[in-house]
């Protein structure tokens, strides 16, 4: 991470983070903001802030720091498939100038297993729960929306950038016509809000976010990663043991917030923005270029409470500026001149 992103962050010293015990209200609960209260898809959240599939694991591992009832707005689990898999071998994440690159690959327990043993456990959280499900074709995909149309479970992330095994290895995202037959079949099997995980890797995002509104989308979830690569010289090998992955974190917000503006030009459907966001000022950034709802990732790799401390600058920035509810700044941006 840039330093001047780790110095917003705040100095926690060396693993020093706090268990629960920052701004606490009298009644021993982290505070809760009107003004930040929001309803996305249908689904209602305290405040705009998903916690980003893949970074905080199924939530409970950020238990001790944060106060899922009352800090997120929602947690978006890590990713699940129709079986468990365990991922791919050799180094899988690696530090980047302002970013992070990974090649995880999906490692979950599985849908079944997912409901059968992790589920249980968020329900004792009142946070909304989203299930964000890969497959290897279509019909994977109506599987995991039927096994996860469950009580407990609020609505669907679907990620289309993973690999469609019958169609050559091509990530369902990158064409159309392929990104709509998933939104299709997930549509067609649950009545959960269906949204759809958007990949930058891609020549004209638009057309792909037209195509999943056509084919039932109720929101959007943009960017997915950027496809990305590290080598070590000293080696001359690559850092990754998959040797490309997916790269997050600030080094592509610009990048982010360009797509999420353009896409909210282009259509009306809910957008959930994401990519880089660390702060306060950044999330707001995104709202303004037209995203509804944000999601939080890398940043609580960095510290493990950066979605209450975004959440707080969120709320600061809102009384600060007169703004009654922070809804009022989404498509706000004004003209250069």
């Known amino acids: 991470m840039s330093h001047e992103h ?24 982290q505070p809760s903001y009107p003004d930040l209260a929001v309803d996305f898809c249908g689904i209602k959240m305290k405040n705009p802030i998903v ?11 950020y238990a001790d720091y944060l106060d899922l009832s009352n800090e997120v707005g929602a947690i978006s689990v ?37 409901v059968e043993h992790i589920l249980p456990e968020l329900r004792k959280y009142d946070v909304p729960i ?15 929306a ?3 149309t469950v009580e407990g479970v609020a609505g669907f992330e679907v990620n289309i950038s993973c690999p469609n095994v019958k169609n050559g290895g091509m990530a369902f995202g990158v064409c159309a016509d392929s990104a709509a037959a998933v939104c ?26 037209k195509a999943v509104k056509a084919a039932g989308a109720d929101g959007l979830s943009l960017i997915n990663t950027l496809l990305g690569m590290a080598i070590d010289i000293k080696t001359r090998r690559p850092v990754l043991g998959n040797l490309y992955g997916g790269l997050s974190g600030p080094a592509v917000k610009p990048v982010a917030l360009r797509l999420v503006h353009q896409v909210a030009q282009a259509l009306d459907l809910p957008i959930m ?32 409470q950066a979605i209450g401390q975004i959440t707080r600058e969120m709320h600061e920035y809102c009384e600060t500026n007169g703004i009654g509810h922070v809804s009022e700044v989404v498509g706000a941006l004004l003209p250069y001149k």
């Open 6 to 29: 780790l110095a917003q962050l705040g100095n926690h010293g060396e693993l020093g983070y706090k268990h629960l015990d920052h701004t606490k209200d009298l009644n021993g609960k």
């Open 51 to 61: 916690a980003a599939s893949g970074t905080f694991g199924f939530g409970l591992e």
């Open 78 to 114: 890590k990713g699940l498939t129709p079986q468990a898999r365990n991922g791919n071998e050799g180094t899988r994440i690696a530090e980047t100038p302002s970013g992070l690159l990974n090649c995880i690959g999906l490692e979950n327990p599985g849908a079944e297993a997912f």
């Open 130 to 144: 989203l299930a964000n499900i890969s497959a290897a074709d279509v019909e994977g995909y109506a599987f995991m």
């Open 146 to 148: 039927k096994t996860l």
């Open 184 to 209: 299709k079949i997930v549509r067609e099997n649950t009545d959960l809000p269906v949204i759809m995980k958007l990949s930058p890797n891609v020549t004209d995002i638009v057309e792909i976010a």
């Open 273 to 304: 923005g994401m990519g880089g966001i660390m702060t306060g000022t950044d999330a707001i950034e995104f709202m303004l270029a037209g995203a509804d709802i944000v999601s939080v990732g890398t940043a609580s790799m960095v510290n493990p």
